[in-house]
């Protein structure tokens, strides 16, 4: 019996040693643009931890957190919200309502709101982030900046264009100056000002801002990384809403072989991408490589967002309206 109690502490202990390996092992993948492939590794990571923990522990909570952001960058949306709320639960039962951790997650529950349409509860989640943040950090953190961030592009997403700008230059001001003009976080600001500019039709203001964001994600983050091809996307609609066709299509390729390498062919990102190039297609007429760029996109997003989200009604009113037009353009 005596021999037993001394082997449990051991096991547990080699748990945690592996788990923790796992979870490292993991983020590290996750940072590169490989999310499918640090999936498993968080799993099995997370399991390791509950045997070795249990199933109310705050480590178990950052496991689920993790999981859940992991599940976010591959578009698997399904499955967040259960494990960003239990979560919640075990943050709160430990260490109250009032907590940096707990803040974290009702960021991240307002990302996965606002990715699958859910507008008003996503406000609602990020304003009690916010809230929790500037008590605990001040009105001058990265933490801070990064919710500002993530209210301003909520706020862009509702065409509330003049809340979304205060919010997007207080969030990249705040970058700037905390993080550097070179730093992944400060070029997700450029990026975002600049769709606002681009949405608002202000084309000479948001070319430099995406062709700095292009520079900093390629030198920091590498050419083939999801940021880039984000970044790739918006550059060429812009091209195209000037007419220039032939620098848009390049850059759409590219950024649609990123994400298919990167986040795979059934991810919503991907899923945009191949929107994206066909209606370029389909403004030079040519119906033929369109429709199929079109049926595929919309399938993705079928299957990962459902048939009444936003993204999927537009793309399934584009595939309607392109294949009229080829129709027409036939007789």
């Known amino acids: 019996m005596a021999h037993d109690k001394l082997e449990q502490p051991r096991e547990r202990r080699a748990y945690l040693e592996i788990a923790r390996g796992l979870n490292k092992q993991a983020l590290q993948d996750w940072q590169e643009g490989r999310a499918a492939e640090a999936e498993p590794l968080l799993r099995r990571a997370l399991a390791l931890r509950v045997k070795a923990l249990g199933p109310a522990h705050p480590e178990i909570?950052?496991?689920l957190n993790d999981l859940a952001?992991?599940?976010?960058?591959?578009?698997q949306y399904s499955e967040m919200e259960p494990l960003l709320k239990r979560a919640l639960a075990i943050y709160e039962r430990v260490f109250g309502d009032e907590?940096?951790?707990?803040a974290r997650v009702w960021n991240n529950l307002g990302l996965l709101y606002k990715n699958v349409g859910r507008y008003g509860d996503a406000r609602q989640a990020y304003e009690r982030a916010l809230a929790l943040y500037e008590q605990f950090h001040g009105p001058r953190h990265e933490d801070t900046a990064r919710v500002l961030n993530n209210l301003g592009m909520l706020s862009y997403r509702q065409g509330l264009y003049a809340d979304a700008e205060i919010l997007l230059n207080r969030a990249m001001s705040l970058r700037e100056n905390l993080l550097g003009a070179e730093h992944p976080d400060t070029a997700n600001s450029l990026n975002n000002l600049a769709m606002l500019y681009y949405s608002?039709?202000?084309f000479e203001r948001a070319e430099p801002l995406y062709r700095r964001t292009l520079t900093i994600?390629?030198?920091?983050l590498g050419a083939q990384h999801p940021k880039m091809a984000l970044a790739l996307?918006?550059?060429a609609m812009l091209y195209e809403d000037q007419g220039a066709y032939e620098q848009a299509e390049p850059l759409y390729r590219r950024a649609l072989a990123i994400q298919e390498q990167a986040l795979g062919?059934?991810?919503?990102?991907t899923a945009s991408s191949l929107n994206n190039l066909a209606m370029l297609h389909g403004k030079q007429q040519h119906y033929a490589q369109a429709l199929p760029?079109?049926?595929?996109?919309?399938?993705i997003y079928e299957q990962a967002l459902g048939v009444e989200h936003p993204d999927t009604q537009q793309v399934r009113e584009n595939y309607t309206h392109l294949r009229q037009v080829a129709g027409d353009a036939q007789n």
């Open 99 to 102: 907590h940096l951790a707990i």
């Open 265 to 269: 062919v059934g991810h919503p990102a």
């Open 69 to 75: 952001m992991c599940l976010e960058s591959q578009g």
């Open 61 to 63: 909570a950052q496991g």
């Open 233 to 235: 996307n918006n550059l």
């Open 200 to 202: 608002q039709g202000r």
């Open 217 to 220: 994600y390629e030198t920091l």
């Open 293 to 299: 760029l079109l049926k595929r996109a919309l399938a």
